[in-house]
């Protein structure tokens, strides 16, 4: 006789993660050229500056001694202090951002432990949480673990739709479980998955909805900046945090993963004061602080100015390789009717809509072509909507150019355009162009 082992009701709810799904077939598909794998590129990761700052940070003994000592829950106060001087830098901040107290500032062991803390903080099961559809679908297997209820706001070029988001929001209202909903989640520049930004016009409507609507109990806004520093083209809009004068609903999640080292897994939160506690106390049980020395790694180059010289190269790299995919989807799709895709104008992500007939989730005849005959992977775009979703479009896919060479890209989109055109033309006449 075996004893049972008894898993707690959270770990049963983390069971079938997309996330877990994706990394399966990443593994049983690794012949394939991957526009799936949403990874940094290889050569864009600093080896000579990580060493030289590590070689700088130990070369005295004493001082080498502290870093590689525990730091503290929210990470060293001096420390805190040189990433809001960076932030105010994003930020266009002349003052420094000095009246937002460093007791707000979180550093953690990537965005996605912020993420993570926040849903640990303020969900019970049965809470609710409005989404972005499409969004990053990583955040949404958190909120199902924690047994939220997900609610998908419809979005569009421009990002979540207030009015859609008003909609929602009054839905709740009417049937009475406004009380319930916890939290707004928006992914704000050049969103994983849809490459897409919210405009400049609706980032302070969108916040304006979540304090209409925190009547009894706080609605707090989430925004997720991961990509914010891979810009290609433009000016960055004001963050959403920005219009918060009341500095008590947005919470702001930074990272420095994409635009340095997912290696080194520094991020950085910015939390209204009334979370602080809470989120400490959390964090204070899961680690009672993230890796010190790789957070004077990261904070010693944006305090020499190397981080910046880095960020930049970057952004050229990957310039390059969003304009090659861009050019490659023209070339290699001209011809196949109903397909439609997004131009980011930052990220990693390429959004692609094909004829809803067509559709691309793991078990669909695309996938299979792609993967078994023509040798190329993407993410099937359904993983991007909560799960018990019944609408969920099944007929769109996130293509990175994050990882890929230009050759790479150039490949992967040919072998792409070959698969839609061979599943297109096993479909019953007439099924296969419904325009996107
Ligand atoms: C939108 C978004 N948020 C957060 C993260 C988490 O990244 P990290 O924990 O490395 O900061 C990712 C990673 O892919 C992401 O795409």
């Not at 460093?102 to 953690?108: E, I």
């Not at 009475?176 to 969103?191: C, H, K, M, N, T």
């Not at 190269?313 to 290699?332: G, I």
């Not at 397909?339 to 695309?366: C, D, K, Q």
Request: with cysteine; proline share 6%.
């Amino acid at each position: 006789m075996h004893p049972v082992v008894r898993y707690s009701e959270q770990a049963l709810r983390s069971a079938d993660q997309a996330i877990g799904f994706l990394m399966q077939q990443a593994v049983e598909n690794a012949d394939c050229i991957s526009l799936a794998a949403g990874l940094v590129d290889e050569h864009s990761l600093p080896v000579d500056l990580t060493r030289d700052t590590l070689q700088h940070l130990l070369q005295e003994s004493a001082a080498g001694r502290k870093l590689l000592q525990y730091g503290t829950t929210q990470g060293p106060e001096p420390l805190r202090r040189i990433f809001r001087t960076w932030l105010a830098g994003l930020e266009q901040r002349s003052d420094g951002l000095a009246d937002v107290p460093l007791s707000r500032f979180f550093l953690t062991t990537g965005s996605q432990q912020l993420l993570s803390l926040i849903v640990q903080a303020l969900f019970n099961p049965g809470d609710i949480c409005l989404v972005a559809a499409p969004t990053y679908f990583v955040f949404l297997g958190v909120l199902q673990a924690a047994g939220a209820t997900t609610i998908p706001v419809q979005s569009d070029e421009h990002g979540m739709r207030p009015e859609a988001l008003q909609q929602a929001l009054q839905a709740l209202e009417h049937s009475g479980q406004l009380p319930r909903v916890r939290l707004i989640y928006v992914v704000s520049d050049f969103e994983n998955p849809s490459g897409v930004s919210i405009s400049a016009e609706r980032r302070p409507e969108l916040l304006r909805l979540a304090r209409a609507y925190s009547r009894d109990s706080r609605i707090f806004l989430l925004e997720d900046s991961a990509y914010r520093e891979l810009r290609y083209d433009g000016d960055p809009p004001p963050s959403i945090w920005s219009f918060d004068h009341d500095q008590d609903t947005v919470i702001l999640a930074q990272t420095f993963s994409k635009s340095f080292s997912p290696g080194i897994r520094v991020g950085l939160g910015v939390l209204p004061q009334s979370l602080v506690k809470a989120v400490s106390d959390l964090k204070g049980n899961e680690d009672f602080g993230s890796a010190h020395l790789n957070q004077h790694i990261v904070a010693a180059t944006l305090k020499n100015g190397t981080y910046q010289q880095h960020v930049e190269r970057v952004r050229n790299s990957y310039r390059e390789k969003r304009d090659a995919m861009l050019r490659a989807a023209d070339r290699e799709f001209a011809g196949i009717p109903g397909v439609t895709w997004f131009r980011p104008a930052g990220g990693m992500y390429v959004w692609m809509r094909l004829p809803e007939t067509i559709e691309t989730g793991f078990h669909s005849a695309l996938f299979r072509q792609a993967t078994q005959t023509d040798k190329v992977m993407y993410v099937p775009g359904e993983l991007c909507y909560p799960q018990d979703w019944p609408q969920r479009p099944r007929n769109e896919m996130r293509l990175s150019f994050g990882v890929q060479s230009v050759t790479g890209i150039e490949e992967g989109i040919r072998r792409l355009a070959n698969a839609v055109r061979a599943v297109m033309a096993e479909q019953p006449a007439g099924g296969g162009a419904i325009s996107a």
